[in-house]
């Protein structure tokens, strides 16, 4: 059954650093299209980045440039997100998904989800 495992979260103080992963080695095909995305507590779904099939074009959110940096293997069927100057704010369950159908970010619709993972700033 094909399914994406996320990893990586966890309770980390102001100004630290968290390299999510994401696993997909439930997926045969690597030519499609990752992202990122978080659920803060009371708000909407959010998506944080893309990464294209190849890797090679990366799409980020305003909200996140310069600070996150998303990273794929392909020969090990897995996805990485580095955030880095973590802020109370980053405080969400972290989503990777996939769009099977589409190998580039542009068009981008995720369409298989990860069962998420927690990240908790606080001092």
């Known amino acids: 059954q094909s399914q994406l495992v996320e990893s990586g979260g966890g309770l980390v103080q102001p100004g630290g650093s968290l390299r999510l992963s994401c696993d997909a080695s439930?997926?045969?095909?690597?030519?499609?299209?990752m992202g990122w995305f978080r659920q803060a507590p009371g708000k909407d779904r959010e998506g944080l980045s893309c990464?294209?099939?190849?890797?090679?074009?990366?799409v980020y959110a305003d909200s996140v440039k310069g600070r996150f940096t998303i990273s794929r293997d392909n020969a090990k069927n897995m996805m990485y997100l580095q955030i880095n100057s973590l802020r109370p704010e980053d405080t969400a369950v972290y989503y990777c998904?996939?769009?099977?159908?589409?190998?580039?970010?542009?068009?981008?619709?995720?369409?298989?989800w990860g069962q998420g993972t927690q990240v908790t700033v606080s001092s």
């Open positions: 439930g997926f045969t095909k690597d030519y499609y299209a």
């Open positions: 990464i294209s099939s190849s890797g090679g074009s990366t």
């Open positions: 998904a996939i769009d099977p159908g589409n190998k580039y970010c542009s068009g981008y619709i995720p369409r298989y």
